[in-house]
């Protein structure tokens, strides 16, 4: 390909690799006084200093930072474009908050900090904040607070100095290793190993501190502000090399977004093994961490600001021109880091965003963009397809291999053993096969859980929060009432203004029209997002709202991946561990294909069994579903004793052995003479997680656990976002399905579980307001009735248990029930006013998007297409039109079945009583509330036989009444057969 005009060559970028990194390494490091208790003792510019004690203990990191970075550099080195290295660690410290800063990277480095850390303060001045003194919090976005440093007080271990010297003492070690860049032997690869270290080290201490230790801009991390300026200053610093050095202070750069996509829930949902589920989507992480690494080391051009299994997304500079690397597209190159994985079998969706910004509010957009078909290079698959031959029942694209039983392309079948052959090097630790997984009766669940954060990442929901400290500030209404009256009139000098904004910037804007164009047309306020609100509204809720900055949107997403991550580690809690597997031994011999799964035959007795090294075969079955198996000669409880059962059964007999994913799978490949049938010790997890990301999270569970799985993650939800459930819905679903069901037809139930339409607001009228006072959480509460029975306990203080908390828990609420004036907390957000939960009021319609969940029994394949949601988010089923239910009512779920369960009614009066009352129902057609229906229910429960009378019978009457009764004993008794 010729030299264009219309191409932009990065060669520039790719021969300056050490110096642009180098400078991205000062600039992670630019705000390294902030980790440190001076900082926290709110010492005067500590953020602007060297830690003495850093200084003192750690001379040679201390030199590092004092000396210029041109030192690691070959003598003679010459950049492009005047950007020498003639800087020093120090002055990126020093110098990061200084508004007339000299020296080219210096100004990068100003502006990109204050894209990174000053756009989440705001304009306000600093008494609109409130100090924390003593006590330091770390609050997430969702208003959960974390006591991270108590002055005086010695009581966290390891303490913010301890782990400050680890850090020290990781940084001087690390940098030594950078003395190899002047021998020229320091390449890609050393690089990439070095920086990834240096990263992770900084994520794992900068992430457990605050960049600012003011409430309520306490809700960013260090490391989130940290990166967030790094991103920007990469960025910045690339554009000049590219483009030629502009003063960013005066130029004021905008940046673009970089989407990498694929369609990854078709993609991963279409796999046929679980094995192929697992692979696919390790692959996707692989896929686009290689080209991560080709565009944030090899060709320094952006920052990753987001990934999940379906796009990827970098920060770039405004780039409008075509990039090529030697004479190749960058759409190219990008491609191919892909194809490494999966051999061109998906044509990646590339893309820049329309809009250049000095912020990246339009984040959001981007990712919800419309997902092209999975569509593989024609060209290259064509190749294989030489002879006419079956498809392969994964890939869907190439023949299936001649050389091999199972229905599968030589690249599909290598890429399942491989996976396999990893797991058999560390099986003890865990698992990757549905049949250990599957409870005592055989049955799994797929728990699948989604936020739904599309209007958190472009900053929507962030303009819900309230940004100044107490009441004695001018309200919202003031705001906008000085605005109208003043619209033409210089305003630096309006008393109420001044108040809360800062006097620079209030002096420098001085009317309206000025601020507006500065708060507002520069800002995500002038998006469709914000168009029922007036001018003046926008410029005051600009002053009112926190700031969607880009720290705070990726504090967002970091926030929800953590909780994800934090269920999938309490997993290991919820279900009990496997102690024991068994392995058969045989002295004859069938000519298996090793690393791979096959069914054995003993009678009428059927197992899974893997094939490996030696005439070993691993028994990969719940213990306890294949000792249900055999006869009852013998006897047991716990693993040992299972284990003992289906040695004593095992040893001696001859199992066929079958391959029930390949051409011929009622012919057996051979059979094998049992001579022995060993434990081996195992410390594993029934659990299969796929998934764990910032909106998604799915995991293969054993039926019987799933309840109690959904339950943990409520819990969790309520606790850590209890104060936005409002405005952060969560949906959660239950798929459950007997452990031979075909895995993609249980990945699309889960997905179709996920889509249903609940997530618009439902109007909800307050019944009744109580006041709790603070319990063992720390916590005072509000208890909010609704007429719908929902009841919700919102927090009403801060963790200390006496700070009002007035920044967080806002609820939207009905035009026709607002009176501004008459609630001061009260302002008005995108999406209508927000009122504060402390001047909520009976009778008051909230408009709250709901959380909800449901759950599905896939009896065939072809059940998960009764999935389906109309507009209002119902089931289409008529025999399920209760579901989904709210997520609240989960809990009410287990009292009812406490009520019903067989230690009180048993199982066949149980089954009998619900043939009544749902024979009943089809006959009458019954409609919500029918009371003549009531009493019929009623009826029926008095001449039930009871074990144990029920003292709340009225809850089961109008259970059984609104048909959630029949839900409760389909889940618990019949799908997950819970017996207590």
């Not at 075969?617 to 009852?632: D, T, W």
């Not at 997890?685 to 943990?712: G, Q, R």
Request: proline residues 4%.
């Amino acid at each position: 390909m010729s030299k264009d005009s219309n191409f932009l060559d990065l060669n520039v970028l790719a021969e300056n690799r050490d110096a642009l990194l180098l400078a991205e390494v000062a600039a992670w490091l630019h705000m390294i006084g902030k980790y440190h208790e001076s900082f926290l003792k709110s010492e005067r510019d500590a953020d602007l200093k060297i830690p003495a004690d850093l200084s003192s203990n750690y001379q040679e990191l201390d030199l590092v930072l004092r000396n210029g970075l041109k030192s690691f550099l070959n003598v003679g080195a010459k950049l492009p474009q005047k950007m020498e290295l003639d800087f020093t660690i120090y002055d990126f410290i020093s110098k990061h908050r200084n508004r007339n800063p000299q020296g080219k990277w210096i100004k990068c480095l100003v502006d990109a900090h204050g894209r990174g850390s000053g756009t989440e303060k705001g304009i306000l001045n600093d008494k609109c904040y409130l100090k924390q003194d003593g006590k330091i919090y770390l609050s997430s976005p969702f208003a959960e607070d974390e006591l991270i440093f108590e002055n005086n007080i010695n009581q966290f271990e390891p303490s913010i100095s301890t782990k400050a010297n680890q850090l020290y003492s990781f940084l001087e070690s690390h940098f030594k290793l950078l003395d190899s860049i002047k021998s020229n032997i320091w390449g890609f690869n050393d690089w990439d190993e070095w920086r990834t270290q240096f990263i992770e080290m900084t994520h794992l201490h900068f992430d457990s501190s605050v960049a600012d230790d003011r409430v309520p801009i306490n809700d960013v991390s260090l490391w989130d502000q940290t990166a967030s300026s790094v991103a920007f200053f990469k960025c910045e610093v690339a554009e000049a090399f590219l483009y030629g050095w502009k003063d960013p202070l005066q130029n004021k750069p905008k940046f673009r977004i970089l989407k990498i996509a694929l369609d990854g829930d078709k993609f991963i949902s279409d796999s046929s093994f679980i094995g192929d589920v697992l692979s696919r989507r390790d692959g996707i992480k692989k896929g686009f961490e290689k080209i991560k690494k080709l565009l944030e080391i090899n060709i320094p051009l952006g920052f990753e600001i987001y990934s999940d299994h379906n796009q990827i997304l970098f920060l770039v500079p405004d780039i409008n021109k075509n990039l090529c690397l030697n004479n190749e597209p960058l759409e190219s190159l990008i491609q191919k880091q892909f194809d490494y994985i999966f051999k061109q079998d998906i044509q990646l969706d590339i893309s820049l965003s329309d809009l250049a910004s000095r912020n990246v509010y339009f984040i959001g957009k981007m990712m919800n963009s419309r997902k092209k078909p999975l569509l593989p290079s024609v060209s290259k698959i064509s190749e294989h397809w030489t002879v006419g031959k079956e498809k392969c029942i994964s890939c869907h694209i190439r023949p299936q291999s001649s050389s091999f039983n199972r229905k599968l392309c030589d690249y599909c079948l290598e890429r399942i053993k491989g996976r396999s052959r990893e797991w058999i090097q560390k099986r003890n630790a865990s698992t990757i096969w549905i049949d250990e997984v599957a409870d005592a009766n055989g049955k799994i669940s797929l728990v699948v859980a989604q936020f739904d954060l599309n209007d958190w990442l472009n900053g929507k929901m962030i303009s819900s929060f309230r940004n100044p400290k107490n009441e004695s500030l001018p309200t919202f209404c003031k705001i906008v009432q000085e605005l109208d009256e003043h619209l033409d009139s210089n305003i630096s000098n309006n008393i109420p203004l001044s108040e809360l904004i800062n006097g620079f910037i209030l002096k420098k804007l001085d009317t309206v029209d000025m601020l507006y164009a500065f708060l507002v047309e520069s800002e995500d306020l002038t998006e469709d997002a914000y168009s029922s609100l007036k001018n003046n509204e926008k410029i005051a809720l600009a002053v009112w709202r926190k700031t969607p900055s880009f720290a705070r949107v990726r504090r967002v997403w970091e926030t929800t991946f953590k909780f994800w991550d934090e269920i999938k580690e309490d997993l290991n809690e919820i279900v009990k561990p496997i102690t024991l597997r068994l392995t058969i031994k045989s002295e004859s011999e069938i000519n298996l294909p090793e690393n791979s799964s096959y069914k054995a035959m003993s009678g009428d007795i059927s197992f899974t069994i893997f094939c490996t090294k030696g005439n070993e075969y691993i028994i990969i079955e719940n213990v306890e579903r294949l000792a249900k198996k055999i006869p009852e000669s013998q006897k047991g409880k716990n693993v040992a004793d299972l284990c003992t059962k289906i040695c004593t059964y095992l040893k001696g007999k001859n199992i066929n052995i079958y391959d029930p994913d390949g051409k011929k799978r009622d012919e057996p490949l051979g059979s094998l003479q049992i001579s022995d049938v060993v434990p081996e010790d195992a410390n594993y997890t029934p659990v299969i997680p796929i998934l764990a990301e910032p909106s998604i999270f799915m995991a293969i569970v054993p039926a019987d656990k799933a309840v109690d799985i959904s339950k943990a993650i409520k819990e969790k939800y309520e606790t850590e976002m209890g104060k936005v459930r409002n405005r952060l819905p969560l949906t959660l679903g239950m798929v459950f399905a007997k452990s031979h069901t075909p895995i993609s037809s249980l990945m699309d139930a889960g997905r179709r579980m996920l889509q249903n339409n609940s997530k618009k607001e439902k109007p909800w009228k307050v019944k009744s307001i109580t006041d709790e006072e603070t319990c063992d959480s720390g916590h005072k509460y509000r208890i909010l009735e609704f007429e719908n029975e929902i009841k919700w306990k919102v927090p009403v203080t801060m963790r200390d248990g006496q700070t009002q908390d007035i920044w967080y828990p806002y609820y939207y609420i009905d035009e026709k029930d607002i009176e501004p004036e008459e609630r001061e907390k009260s302002f008005k957000g995108p999406d209508g006013w927000l009122v504060h939960v402390s001047e909520i009021k009976e009778s008051d319609t909230l408009h709250i998007l709901p959380s909800t969940f449901d759950f599905e029994l896939l009896d065939s394949s072809s059940r998960r297409f009764e999935i389906s949601y109309d507009d209002e988010g119902r089931r289409r089923d008529n025999t399920k039109l209760t579901r989904p239910y709210l997520l609240e009512e989960l809990d009410e779920f287990d009292k009812i079945w406490d009520i019903v369960k067989p230690e009180k009614l048993n199982k066949s009066q149980l089954k009998k009583v619900m043939y009544l009352l749902e024979t009943k129902r089809t006959e009458w057609q019954i409609e919500d509330n029918n009371p003549v229906f009531k009493i019929y229910v009623s009826d029926v429960f008095n001449n039930a036989s009871w074990l144990k009378k029920p003292e709340k019978k009225e809850e089961i009457v109008k259970a059984a009444a609104s048909g959630k009764l029949k839900d409760v004993i389909e889940l618990y008794m019949d799908i997950s057969k819970i017996r207590k």
